[in-house]
T-cell receptor, first 114, second 112 residues
Framework: AQKVTQAQTEISVVEKEDVTLDCVYE???????LFWYKQPPSGELVFLIR??????QNEISGRYSWNFQKSTSSFNFTITASQVVDSAVYFC???????????FGTGTQLKVEL | DVKVTQSSRYLVKRTGEKVFLECVQD?????MFWYRQDPGLGLRLIYF???????EKGDIPEGYSVSREKKERFSLILESASTNQTSMYLC???????????FGNGTRLTVT
């Protein structure tokens, strides 16, 4: 069975602070994919990143970075110098390799205030 | 850009009514999904379809059915709506074997 845990229900930061969103997953598959999605107040989930289980390189995209560690089954997401526009619910998700179904975590509500 | 369109943004229905939620995608994707989103529970998969007229149960199919008569359209049906089906419903699609999932804007359904 697949499981994704996002233990942080809500995080509040002040603009320009760095913030890390935690994601821990469980799977028995050796091949799998991990994802992060952003859900702004408008409601539509926006894809941020996909990582496969064989690629443990960290990734940086502008102010966003992702740290994938198979040893701890974690795929954490860091926003550097947060901005008000980063306020959203962020979901981590897992899919077995070759499978179609995504299992989502419960989401982390990020509030960035001035 | 992939576009996944859900026919209604907000919907209010009465207990016992038959409810149809419609979803259309414009990218010829084989796979389509219906999720439900509730506070503290994240997104949970109701049903998915990997081809026309094909469907498979997700994690919480009870009380729901689906229809996929055309490749671009995937309908979620609540045969007899109940108050515990009040939720945000999200449709998604992707091409077989190719992620990511593309989501619609969601339909917020209230059953009174």
């Amino acid at each position: 069975a697949q499981k994704v845990t996002q233990a942080q229900t809500e995080i509040s930061v002040v603009e320009k602070e760095d913030v890390t969103l935690d994601c821990v997953y469980e799977t028995r598959d050796t091949t799998y994919y991990l994802f992060w999605y952003k859900q702004p107040p408008s409601g539509e989930l926006v894809f941020l990143i996909r990582r496969n289980s064989f690629d443990e390189q960290n990734e940086i995209s502008g102010r966003y970075s992702w740290n994938f560690q198979k040893s701890t089954s974690s795929f954490n997401f860091t926003i550097t110098a947060s901005q008000v526009v980063d306020s959203a619910v962020y979901f981590c998700a897992l899919s077995p390799g070759g499978g179609n179904k995504l299992t989502f975590g419960t989401g982390t509500q990020l509030k960035v205030e001035l | 850009d992939v576009k996944v369109t859900q026919s209604s943004r907000y919907l209010v229905k009465r207990t016992g009514e038959k409810v149809f939620l419609e979803c259309v995608q414009d990218m010829d994707h084989e796979n389509m999904f219906w999720y439900r989103q509730d506070p503290g529970l994240g997104l949970r998969l109701i049903y998915f379809s990997y081809d026309v007229k094909m469907k498979e149960k997700g994690d919480i199919p009870e009380g729901y059915s689906v229809s996929r008569e055309k490749k671009e359209r995937f309908s979620l049906i609540l045969e007899s709506a109940s108050t515990n089906q009040t939720s945000m419903y999200l449709c998604a699609s992707h091409s077989r074997g190719i992620f990511p999932l593309h989501f619609g804007n969601g339909t917020r359904l209230t059953v009174t």
